[in-house]
């Protein structure tokens, strides 16, 4: 929000508007024919901006003869109060068949409130929106009990979001009682705005959007809950379904199922056979990329020879009875036509995100903020792939990307959707709080989330429901904490390196208690929005009196906000930021215990978080990290790991600006002192490729601080590394 004015100035007037936009049912009003197509009828309620026949908007022309030759729109004749509608049927808006009206017509106009009214010039009537003359606006919003605005995210694997207003109060003179049985305001439109006394229009800021709901009338006031607008208008998706009367040969056993979307590159889909007669079979319900291979009971088919393809249609046809036999395919899901741009196959979690809310949902480009977007599509540039054949709440969905890629969708409070990443580290603008600025802090501990195990599943085989699966742990949690639980965390992530480092991200918020703070801080903090980090220093007074820090420069990331935007006051909850330090004493790029001594073996470490083996995906250049391959022998080693910070923020890229140019592993210096005397310096080379030939056991094994738990002797320092891919 950036206000004209300043907010936290006592002295201004503050005027609040309340827009809303009801409807009134009008089929049962008395109609007249104009004799050329058109109905018209009185209405004096307002300037009718809006018209719905069963649902559907009405075209808005600019003349009654405009109407009169256009099924399906209205005109409205503001002087004379009288609204002409021409119906899809090309009859009267008051038809009825079997006794009962044909049509539900729905007109709708701007019903408008504020909290001061003025005389004269300052009087507060504006032209609302998309209405084209003046509106008085009534003066009964009552500022006494302007609610807080909430906004709130659950940290990434949760995907919670949140954003709620609370009840709109207004004085009743009499007013309301006619206003609840003449119009609609259950789920219809609201916007509030806030200005002072003699600011044109246009300098008002919007605070809220949302829906209206529970209306409640009392002789002296009437309250109205305000909901976001978003709650409730995501659908479940796919959208469509398998009908015999689409598909007149489909197995009915297929009837009413799921039409699926295919997201990125996926392997062993079951398709649905849409016609039992030729053959054909049905992977999405949009167009592909590619079918890269069909199988006849695990056995590859050759194109043209044994099918033939649709791309358009996500489908192809098999040229021979497959009988009792199972199809299976591999194929690349959806192009997308990103903000507009031409439509192009795309892995991208942006990519994928935008076609979810516009293409899947309807939700228009003016709301999605695109510059966020279009920084996640740059900085999360892992391989999503997902086949969605059950239906799902598209916030469930949305979750399990968030949980993917490491960002939150978050509702703001102008009607749009931002899609905001995780960033590492702070930067010079990122807000500082000092001990003057809070009224009240209150500090503790997040607990009740330790997990010693982090497991990330990945690569969801859509034919056999059977998962992928990487795994890193923390034995301190349970050696400090006396916990031994997992947390299993399902992605949409289609290689295993991403799923590892991952892995590595998420064991740093979870193998200790982070502490959380709660607090009033200064109204400066309007602007801000849950997902943005605050630096918090704080003393007190000891009863000694001696000065105690109880916040030192500390990073602190906001998951929940509450705005008062007449007292101008912000509470805030946060938790601490372990991330922007380097992550916690288990190292972000390692998975090694801090100091044990054991005997290397040949154990296979399919399923534990490869930190440095695995990052070459996210780079912005070529850095390959997995570029010593030493073949150890299988014999104690004395691995010397000078663990100095890390500079290799894979998926921040560090504050962005620091690692514009290829990284080289000179920042690691990993210095290998092993028993058959290779010394190796990371130092001393970039990307070069060491093959320890004489010694075959582990030819492949890149012991670049791979995570074996139980492997080898080494000294870590516990300086915090910097080398999270997120």
Same mark, same amino acid.
């Given at each position: 929000?950036?206000?004209?004015?300043?907010? %936290?100035?006592?002295? $201004?007037?503050?005027?609040?508007? !309340? @827009?809303?936009?009801?409807?009134?049912?009008?089929?049962?009003?008395?109609?007249?024919?104009?004799?050329?197509?058109?109905?018209?009828?009185?209405?004096?309620?307002?300037?009718?901006?809006?018209?719905?026949?069963?649902?559907?908007?009405?075209?808005?022309?600019?003349?009654?003869?405009? /109407?009169?030759?256009?099924?399906?729109?209205?005109?409205?004749?503001?002087?004379?109060?009288?609204?002409?509608?021409?119906?899809?049927?090309?009859?009267? &808006?008051?038809?009825?068949?079997?006794?009962?009206?044909?049509?539900?017509?729905?007109?709708?106009?701007?019903?408008?409130?504020?909290?001061?009214?003025?005389?004269?010039?300052?009087?507060?009537?504006? !032209?609302?929106?998309?209405?084209?003359?003046?509106?008085?606006?009534?003066?009964?919003?009552?500022?006494?009990?302007?609610?807080?605005?909430?906004?709130?995210?659950?940290?990434?694997?949760?995907?919670?979001?949140?954003?709620?207003?609370?009840?709109?109060?207004? $004085?009743?003179?009499?007013?309301?009682?006619?206003?609840?049985?003449?119009?609609?305001?259950?789920?219809?439109?609201?916007?509030?705005?806030?200005?002072?006394?003699?600011?044109?229009?246009?300098?008002?800021?919007?605070?809220?959007?949302?829906?209206?709901?529970?209306?409640?009338?009392?002789?002296?006031?009437?309250?109205?809950?305000?909901?976001?607008?978003?709650?409730?208008?995501?659908?479940?998706?796919?959208?469509?379904?398998?009908?015999?009367?689409?598909?007149?040969?489909?197995?009915?056993?297929?009837?009413?199922?799921?039409i699926p979307v295919l997201f990125g590159e996926?392997?062993?889909?079951?398709? !649905? /056979?849409?016609?039992?007669?030729?053959?054909?079979?049905?992977?999405?319900?949009?167009?592909?990329?590619?079918?890269?291979?069909?199988?006849?009971?695990?056995?590859?088919?050759?194109?043209?020879?044994?099918? =033939?393809?649709?791309?358009?249609?996500?489908?192809?046809?098999?040229?021979?009875?497959?009988?009792?036999?199972?199809?299976? /395919?591999?194929?690349?899901?959806a192009k997308i036509s990103y903000f507009g741009?031409?439509?192009?196959?795309?892995?991208?979690?942006?990519?994928?995100?935008?076609?979810?809310?516009?293409?899947?949902?309807?939700?228009?480009?003016?709301? +999605?903020?695109?510059?966020?977007?279009?920084?996640?599509?740059?900085?999360?540039?892992?391989?999503?792939?997902?086949?969605?054949?059950?239906? =799902?709440?598209?916030?469930?969905?949305?979750?399990?990307?968030?949980?993917?890629?490491?960002?939150?969708?978050?509702?703001? $409070?102008?009607?749009?959707?931002?899609? !905001?990443?995780?960033?590492?580290?702070?930067?010079?603008?990122?807000?500082?709080?000092?001990?003057?600025?809070?009224?009240?802090?209150?500090?503790?501990?997040?607990?009740?989330?330790?997990?010693?195990?982090?497991?990330?599943?990945?690569?969801?085989?859509?034919?056999?429901?059977?998962?992928?699966?990487?795994?890193?742990?923390?034995?301190?949690?349970?050696?400090?904490?006396? @916990?031994?639980?997992?947390?299993?965390?399902? %992605?949409?992530?289609?290689?295993?390196?991403?799923?590892?480092?991952?892995?590595?991200?998420?064991?740093?918020?979870?193998?200790?208690?982070?502490?959380?703070?709660?607090?009033?801080? &200064?109204?400066?903090?309007?602007?801000?929005?849950?997902?943005?980090?605050?630096?918090?220093?704080?003393?007190?007074? %000891?009863?000694?009196?001696?000065? +105690?820090?109880?916040?030192?420069?500390?990073?602190?990331?906001?998951? @929940?906000?509450?705005?008062? +935007?007449?007292?101008?006051?912000?509470?805030?909850?946060?938790?601490?930021?372990?991330?922007?330090?380097?992550?916690?004493?288990?190292?972000?790029?390692?998975?090694?215990?801090?100091?044990?001594?054991?005997?290397? =073996?040949?154990?296979?470490?399919?399923?534990?978080?490869?930190?440095?083996?695995?990052?070459?995906?996210?780079?912005?250049?070529?850095?390959?990290?997995?570029?010593?391959?030493?073949?150890?022998?299988?014999?104690?080693?004395?691995?010397?790991?000078?663990?100095?910070?890390?500079?290799?923020?894979?998926?921040?890229?560090?504050?962005?600006?620091?690692?514009?140019?290829?990284?080289?592993?000179?920042?690691?210096?990993?210095?290998?002192?092993?028993?058959?005397?290779?010394?190796?310096?990371?130092?001393?080379?970039?990307?070069?490729?060491?093959?320890?030939?004489?010694?075959?056991?582990?030819?492949?094994?890149?012991?670049?601080?791979?995570?074996?738990?139980?492997?080898?002797?080494?000294?870590?320092?516990?300086?915090?590394?910097?080398?999270?891919?997120?």
């Amino acid at each position: 929000m950036a206000f004209a004015f300043d907010i %936290t100035d006592a002295d $201004l007037e503050k005027v609040f508007l !309340v @827009e809303m936009k009801p409807g009134k049912e009008i089929e049962d009003e008395t109609w007249t024919a104009t004799g050329s197509g058109s109905y018209y009828c009185s209405f004096a309620d307002g300037e009718i901006v809006e018209v719905k026949e069963n649902g559907s908007a009405y075209t808005k022309v600019a003349s009654i003869a405009a /109407c009169d030759s256009t099924a399906s729109s209205f005109f409205f004749d503001y002087d004379n109060q009288r609204l002409y509608a021409h119906t899809s049927g090309n009859d009267s &808006p008051g038809t009825k068949a079997d006794g009962a009206y044909k049509y539900c017509l729905i007109a709708y106009f701007w019903l408008c409130f504020t909290n001061q009214q003025y005389t004269g010039d300052d009087a507060i009537i504006f !032209v609302p929106q998309s209405a084209t003359h003046e509106v008085y606006y009534l003066p009964y919003f009552d500022t006494d009990s302007v609610p807080t605005i909430t906004q709130a995210v659950g940290e990434y694997h949760k995907g919670d979001i949140t954003i709620q207003f609370g009840n709109l109060a207004f $004085l009743n003179d009499g007013f309301w009682y006619g206003a609840l049985v003449d119009y609609i305001f259950h789920g219809k439109y609201v916007e509030i705005k806030l200005g002072i006394k003699g600011i044109p229009y246009d300098d008002y800021e919007t605070i809220f959007i949302g829906r209206l709901r529970n209306p409640s009338i009392s002789d002296e006031t009437a309250t109205i809950e305000a909901k976001d607008s978003r709650i409730g208008s995501l659908r479940e998706i796919p959208i469509y379904k398998y009908w015999i009367s689409d598909y007149t040969n489909l197995n009915p056993n297929e009837e009413g199922r799921a039409i699926p979307v295919l997201f990125g590159e996926k392997i062993n889909i079951t398709p !649905v /056979c849409i016609d039992t007669t030729t053959f054909k079979y049905k992977i999405c319900g949009h167009g592909l990329q590619s079918i890269d291979a069909v199988y006849k009971n695990g056995v590859e088919l050759t194109l043209t020879t044994d099918y =033939t393809v649709d791309l358009n249609n996500g489908e192809f046809t098999l040229l021979a009875d497959p009988d009792t036999a199972l199809i299976t /395919c591999d194929a690349k899901g959806a192009k997308i036509s990103y903000f507009g741009a031409a439509a192009a196959y795309s892995e991208n979690v942006a990519n994928i995100l935008y076609y979810v809310l516009h293409d899947l949902n309807g939700i228009a480009d003016v709301d +999605l903020d695109k510059d966020s977007f279009d920084d996640l599509q740059t900085y999360r540039t892992q391989a999503i792939a997902w086949y969605l054949d059950t239906p =799902t709440p598209t916030l469930e969905f949305v979750r399990l990307l968030q949980a993917s890629s490491v960002f939150q969708l978050i509702p703001t $409070l102008d009607g749009k959707y931002a899609a !905001v990443r995780y960033k590492s580290g702070i930067t010079e603008s990122t807000p500082r709080f000092y001990s003057e600025d809070y009224s009240w802090t209150e500090k503790s501990e997040e607990s009740e989330a330790i997990y010693k195990k982090v497991t990330i599943r990945y690569a969801k085989d859509p034919s056999t429901g059977i998962w992928l699966a990487v795994e890193t742990s923390d034995s301190k949690a349970s050696y400090r904490y006396d @916990e031994e639980e997992t947390l299993i965390i399902e %992605t949409a992530l289609r290689q295993k390196s991403e799923a590892e480092s991952l892995a590595t991200f998420y064991k740093n918020l979870v193998c200790n208690p982070l502490a959380k703070m709660s607090g009033e801080v &200064p109204s400066s903090a309007l602007n801000l929005k849950p997902s943005d980090k605050i630096i918090i220093t704080k003393q007190v007074e %000891t009863y000694d009196g001696d000065e +105690l820090s109880v916040f030192e420069s500390d990073v602190y990331r906001i998951l @929940e906000m509450r705005k008062n +935007l007449q007292t101008a006051k912000v509470e805030i909850s946060a938790i601490e930021d372990i991330q922007s330090i380097g992550g916690t004493e288990t190292h972000v790029n390692t998975a090694h215990e801090d100091s044990h001594s054991d005997s290397h =073996t040949d154990t296979a470490h399919a399923n534990v978080a490869h930190s440095d083996t695995t990052y070459n995906d996210y780079s912005d250049s070529a850095h390959q990290n997995t570029a010593h391959t030493d073949s150890h022998e299988n014999v104690a080693h004395e691995d010397s790991h000078s663990n100095a910070p890390y500079e290799d923020e894979h998926w921040d890229h560090l504050d962005e600006i620091l690692y514009e140019d290829e990284h080289s592993d000179t920042a690691h210096s990993d210095s290998h002192s092993d028993s058959h005397g290779d010394e190796h310096s990371n130092v001393a080379h970039e990307d070069v490729e060491h093959s320890n030939s004489s010694h075959s056991d582990h030819s492949d094994t890149s012991h670049s601080n791979i995570a074996h738990e139980n492997s080898h002797s080494d000294s870590h320092s516990d300086t915090p590394h910097e080398d999270s891919q997120y």
